[in-house]
C-alpha cells in the first residue's frame, strides 16, 4: 500500500492511499469464490487503463434514532402535476367572435355537448352559421385531457408500493417516522469509484429517506467489536474486498455521525470478557502501576542525592 498519489498500476484506496492493481485483483477473485453462484460476486473492467469494480454491496442498518421517509416522491410530483393540468384543461376556454377572444359561457359550452348528442338519423341543415366559433385545442390540450388507462387492481398496489421496502417495511403516513431494525441488512449497487458520500446518499434516495446524508456515517465493524469510521474520501466499495467477503468477520454498518465512535483494536480486543475478567485486568494494571511508580520515584531520588553531592563538592572547591 502506497501513500503517494496512484500510476496506472494503482488502485486508490482514499485521497492519500493506493494498492496494487494485482493485489487488488487476487483479493477480488477470493471474494467472488467465496460468493460462487451468488448475486453479490463483483465485476471489473478498465476504462483508459483505470480498473472499475462494480456490484452490489451490503451495508447493516445500525441506527438508534429514527429516520423520516419523504412524504412524497417522484412518482406521486408527477401524479400531482397531472391532476392539476387536467382541472386547467377543464376550465373556461375563451371563444373567438368577431376576430376577439371572448370568455366562453358555461351554457354555451354545454349546447354543443346536447347538440351532439342528438340522433344522428336528425337532418342538419347546411349553412347554418354557428353563433360561436370554439376555439381549436392544441395536441398538448389533447394529450393532458386524455385519462390514464384503468389499472387491475393487483398492479395499481404495486405501483402503490413502488418504494423499495426497509426489510419489510412500506412506507404509509402513519410509520413515516421509525428506527429501522439493528443488524438488518439491505444492499445497494455500486462501483470502486464512489466515495462513502456518493454510497450514503444513493442509499438515502433508495429508500426516500428524508434525512441527509451528512447525518450518517459508515462504519466497518470487525466481529472482535473494533469499529473504524470511513473517510468521506474513501471508497467503500474497495473497503469490502480489502476487509474479506465474509459478513460474519466484518460488516459495514450505516450509523449516526453524532452518536457512532470508532473502537480501536487495543481496546476491542476486552470487549468480549465478563466483568469479573476485566476487573482483575483492572486489578494487574493498577498492581503494574504501582510497581512502576515506585521503581521512578527510586530512579529520581538517586538522581537528586547524585546532583547534591555534585553541588556539595563544587561548594567546597570554592
Known amino acids: ?46 476504462e483508459e487503463g483505470a480498473l472499475i469494480i462494480e456490484g452490489l454491496l451490503n451495508i447493516s442498518w445500525g441506527l438508534k434514532r429514527p429516520i423520516r421517509l419523504q412524504i412524497q416522491d417522484d412518482r406521486e410530483r408527477v401524479h400531482l402535476s397531472w391532476t392539476t393540468g387536467q382541472s386547467s384543461c377543464h376550465s373556461k376556454e375563451p371563444l373567438v367572435q368577431d376576430g376577439r377572444v371572448t ?45 390514464p388507462r384503468s389499472r387491475a387492481p393487483g398492479e395499481a398496489q404495486r405501483i402503490r408500493r413502488h ?36 454510497v450514503l446518499t444513493l442509499l438515502l434516495n433508495k429508500f426516500r429517506v428524508e434525512n441527509g446524508p451528512s447525518e450518517f456515517a459508515l462504519y466497518i465493524v470487525h466481529e472482535s467489536g473494533e469499529r ?3 473517510k468521506d474520501c474513501e471508497y467503500p466499495l474497495i473497503s469490502r474486498i480489502l476487509h474479506g467477503p465474509c459478513e460474519k468477520i466484518a460488516r459495514i454498518f450505516l450509523m449516526e455521525a453524532d ?42 531520588q538517586a538522581l537528586r542525592l547524585t546532583m547534591l553531592q555534585r553541588l556539595e563538592q563544587l561548594v567546597e572547591a570554592k
Do not use: W
Not at 17 to 27: A, D, H
Open 259 to 300: 452518536l457512532g465512535e470508532e473502537v480501536p483494536h487495543d481496546v476491542a480486543q476486552y470487549i468480549k470478557f465478563e466483568m469479573p475478567v476485566l476487573d482483575s485486568f483492572v486489578e494487574k494494571l493498577k498492581e503494574e502501576e504501582e510497581r512502576e511508580i515506585i521503581k521512578l520515584t527510586m530512579k529520581f
Open 228 to 230: 473504524t469510521k470511513l
Open 163 to 198: 418504494r423499495f421496502s426497509i426489510n419489510g417495511h412500506f412506507y404509509n403516513h402513519k410509520t413515516s417516522v421509525f428506527t429501522p431494525a439493528y443488524g438488518s441488512m439491505t444492499n445497494v449497487r455500486v462501483n470502486s469509484t464512489m466515495t462513502t458520500l456518493q
Open 103 to 147: 370568455a366562453q359561457d358555461p351554457s354555451a359550452q354545454a349546447g354543443p355537448r346536447e347538440e351532439s348528442s342528438r340522433d344522428s338519423s336528425e337532418p342538419v341543415e347546411e349553412g347554418e352559421e354557428t353563433p360561436q366559433l370554439m376555439r381549436t385545442k392544441s395536441d398538448a390540450a389533447c394529450v393532458i385531457q386524455r385519462r
Open 1 to 46: 500500500m502506497k501513500e503517494d498519489c496512484p500510476p496506472s498500476s494503482h488502485v486508490p484506496i482514499s485521497d492519500s492511499k493506493s494498492i496494487l492493481k494485482s493485489e487488488l485483483l487476487s483479493l477480488l477473485k477470493t471474494y467472488n469464490c467465496y460468493h460462487q453462484g451468488r448475486s453479490f460476486q463483483l465485476r471489473h473492467r478498465e
